[in-house]
């Protein structure tokens, strides 16, 4: 994995040089923002956020076969979210919010069942919300607004039945509420202000017990 992480240095710009220290001499594990499981040299989370780093996110990430946390966010990164991140499948928070990302939400992040959070707010992303992002049993958090997506919010967003927070706010997406995510009985924030939302608030999610208005 040492070799994933250099090969990631090499790509991205560092102007504050806060991976200066990611070099052979030491182990990985103790590089700056890496943490690796107690047992093993296997990568656990990657929190690289607030560093000013610059460029593509490398799709040789997805060979961190045990990684749960991918925090990139307040960066610049720019380029599409690679579909091959939909490899990790103990993947349980990938954070990308406020950088330069384009391109369309990766339908393969659906086999990431072990996600929680998926953060990538303040971006560029263009295209639809994948209605296959309703087949994850565990999400809680879905936070896509500040984007430029298009189309509808997908009916299978009421099969998130453990989501807290979904928002979905300044996006440009358009047509009717579901009806479906009336369902969403664990939601606490619902956010869709500034879209091109059409019809009625539907009925069914003035019955969400646990949402806060």
């Not at 060979?63 to 490899?87: A, C, R, V, Y």
């Not at 919300?129 to 879905?142: A, T, V, W």
């Not at 453990?162 to 440009?172: V, W």
Request: net charge negative.
């Amino acid at each position: 994995e040492t070799e994933v992480l250099l090969s990631f240095k090499s790509i991205v710009s560092d102007p504050q040089n806060a991976l200066s220290g990611w070099n052979i001499s030491y182990s990985h594990c103790t590089w700056f923002g890496v943490n690796c499981t107690s047992n093993t040299t296997k990568v656990q989370s990657l929190h690289l956020s607030s560093l000013g780093l610059f460029g593509i996110i490398p799709p040789q990430l997805s060979n961190l076969t045990s990684l749960k946390t991918l925090d990139l966010s307040n960066n610049s990164f720019f380029g599409q979210i690679p579909s091959e991140l939909g490899h990790l499948t103990s993947l349980q928070h990938i954070i990308l919010a406020t950088n330069n990302i384009s391109g369309t939400i990766p339908v393969s992040l659906s086999d990431c069942l072990m996600l929680e959070q998926m953060s990538f707010e303040n971006n560029k992303l263009t295209g639809l919300l994948p209605s296959e992002l309703g087949q994850l049993p565990r999400l809680k958090i879905l936070d896509v607004s500040m984007n430029n997506l298009t189309g509808a919010i997908p009916s299978t967003f009421g099969n998130l039945s453990t989501i807290t927070n979904l928002s979905i706010a300044r996006t440009n997406i358009s047509g009717k509420i579901p009806n479906e995510l009336g369902r969403l009985q664990n939601l606490v924030m619902l956010q869709l202000s500034e879209n091109q939302l059409s019809g009625e608030i539907p009925f069914s999610i003035f019955n969400i017990s646990s949402l806060e208005y």
